[in-house]
């Protein structure tokens, strides 16, 4: 008996259903005609449609088909040839390597592309300065290797060789840098003048047990001035000239320096460190909110930015109340509006120089109890002063170990979206290392316009993913977080990763002349021979000077204006340095 298989090899095939008859034609119930001819065709056609469609499917169907096995069949052959063993024929060692090298110069062009500065258009001038720029570099590469070496003491640079007399470090100092966007104004005073400033009549001093300094006062009469908020020291006031007939110049200016710098062998903890910041901060107030010296103040600051290729600035500062020798304090509105008529004096006679926007940035308490004081002087800067008032932070000092968390702060929560926030945030080393990442993340929440020394981005992809696809820049101060204990090595710096992955990124100074650096010049100088390091170019300075502004709080028009004065003096620069004999050997 045959299988089923074989009954359907040899089963005849079954007849054929025969055709049914067509149903007879309708007719009109009023003449019995046939529809109109009209219906007939439209029917037609809609077969014909039905018959081409059904052909093309069958046709390109199977052409797809043969297409998709011919292309399996190709991916199967050139998988067998890449896995064929390496050494067994000379074509194919070369066919490998090339291969490599091509796959090589792939991803090394497409992250360069990506890398900050990857996509930027340069001209041909541009290009010229570029070449003998690394040149430049090349010259002194043994100076400029900033990592050798390395410990926690200050960068081998600064103590062992004159970086500010070699080429490399002048140009970048004459390059226009844009804007310093992260920078306080109790860090940019010398601390030379600041001693000077101590010679003079009626200063006195406040003494404390061990003969430190704890607080200077201009004043006629003895100063009744009393230890405020969150400060414990317990000192004596006393006419500086007085205390000079019993301490000497020389020991005295070694004591007041040592007061005001960052030592070089670092601190036992943030909170040590930022108890040191605190006090200079407080000595520093003293002696440059004095009515007649604060003016004075005001211009070498603004001049100090002008001198080193800064032409604008978002300054953050407490706005410290002035006051005067009888003893009367200005109001907080007296202060800015001191700031506002100096930068206008200043601009006056340096029309390339943009202007200054003020953070208002008070330093924050270990139980938040004057933020509502904080946020009221906020609104009352912002409609007093809209053009000048950019924002609003609170100044930690590093030590987010031992601050609330800010949002823990309920009144930031409240606060409307009329006052921008800049907050610091992620720029401390805790024993419980989930402190200043959730900080970061509560500063990402209240929409801070910018993230300030947030050194613990790289932790956080779900937030470093939101800050790229919304443009909010990470202020980075390479040579603050050297000093401030975060890093010894400027190759591990966050910024490295940052600008390898193009995201928005200002530099800023911090505190500069705590440690005797440039307003802006010596943070460019270690990102360009530090963080970014052999991936330096021309390209990476264009793109951190210009996103000095695309990153600021300037309006469109005003970001437009200065945008245009900034291509100017760059411009310029290019051309004078393309031009200089001194270089044109260089490339």
């Known amino acids: 008996m045959p299988t089923l298989f074989e009954s359907l090899l040899i089963a005849p095939p079954p007849a054929p ?38 052909i093309s499917v069958n046709k390109y169907g ?58 930027m258009e340069m001209s041909p001038l541009e290009e010229v300065a570029n070449g003998r720029l690394m040149a430049v570099k090349m010259v002194d590469d043994e100076v400029h290797n900033l990592w050798k070496n390395y410990h926690s003491q200050p960068p081998p640079f600064l103590r062992h060789h004159n970086i500010s007399e070699t080429d490399l470090y002048g140009l970048l100092r004459s390059m226009p840098k844009g804007g310093l966007l992260h920078i306080h104004d109790s860090g940019m005073m010398r601390v030379d003048i600041l001693i000077g400033l101590t010679y003079q009549d009626s200063l006195w001093v406040c003494v404390n047990g061990d003969q430190g300094f704890e607080d200077f ?25 007085n205390f000079f007939q ?18 070089p062998e670092g601190y036992a903890s943030s909170s040590e460190l930022a108890r040191h910041l605190r006090r200079a901060q407080r000595l520093i107030h003293g002696l440059v909110t004095y009515y007649p010296l604060w003016s004075n103040f005001l211009g070498c600051m603004l001049q100090d930015f002008y001198d080193d290729g800064v032409q604008y600035v978002e300054l953050r500062s407490s706005l410290p109340i002035l006051y ?3 003893g009367t304090n200005f109001t907080i509105l007296d202060t800015a509006s001191s700031m506002i008529n100096a930068v206008r004096v200043f601009q006056n006679t340096r029309r390339d120089f943009i202007g200054v926007k003020l953070i208002y940035a008070p330093s924050r308490d270990y139980n938040d109890s004057r ?52 907050f610091h945030a992620g720029e401390s080393k805790c024993p419980d290392s989930y402190r200043p990442d959730a900080n970061l993340i509560d500063a990402f929440l209240l929409d801070s316009k910018r993230l300030g020394n947030s050194l613990n981005i790289p932790l956080h992809p779900e937030i470093m993913k939101a800050l790229k696809s919304l443009q909010i820049a990470v202020e980075l101060c390479p040579l603050s977080n050297h000093y401030l204990q975060f890093f ?42 530090g963080v970014v390091s052999g991936f330096n170019n021309l390209r990476v300075l264009k793109q951190l000077a210009l996103n000095s502004f695309l990153y600021s709080s300037l309006s469109h028009s005003e970001r437009r204006m200065a945008m245009a004065k900034w291509h100017c003096s760059w411009n310029r620069w290019i051309k004078n340095f393309v031009n200089n004999d001194k270089f044109k050997d260089a490339a």
Request: glycine share 6%; hydrophobic share 35%.
């Open 246 to 263: 019993y301490e000497n110049r020389t020991v005295y200016k070694a004591k007041l320096r040592e007061c005001l710098v960052v030592r």
């Open 371 to 422: 933020i509502d004081q904080y946020l009221e002087n906020a609104r009352l800067l912002k409609a007093h002063y809209p053009d000048f008032f950019a924002g609003f932070d609170l100044n930690t000092f590093g030590d987010e170990c031992s601050l609330p968390l800010l949002g823990r702060a309920t009144q930031l929560l409240n606060v409307g979206k009329n006052i921008d926030f800049y």
């Open 324 to 326: 005067d020798l009888e």
């Open 17 to 54: 259903t025969p055709p049914s008859p067509p149903p007879p034609t309708p007719t009109s119930p009023e003449t019995g005609a046939p529809p109109a001819l009209r219906v007939i065709h439209l029917e037609t056609e809609q077969n014909d449609e039905e018959r081409r469609r059904q």
């Open 217 to 241: 006062r201009f004043s006629k009469t003895y100063p009744h001035i009393q230890p405020s908020g969150d400060e414990d020291y317990q000192c004596t006031w006393m006419l500086l000239s």
């Open 62 to 119: 199977g052409f797809c088909v043969h297409a998709i096995i011919a292309g399996m069949l190709c991916i199967m052959l050139l998988v067998l040839f890449c896995a064929a063993p390496i050494g067994q024929d000379d074509l194919l060692d070369k066919s490998t390597a090339e291969r490599l090298e091509r796959q090589r110069r792939y991803f090394e062009a497409k992250e360069e592309r990506l890398r900050l500065g990857g996509r």
């Open 488 to 529: 010894n090595d400027f190759r591990q710096h966050p910024a490295a990763y940052l600008i390898a992955a193009g995201f928005p990124v200002v530099i800023g100074s911090d505190y500069p002349y705590f440690w005797n650096s440039a307003p802006l010049t010596d943070d460019f100088y270690v990102t360009f021979v």
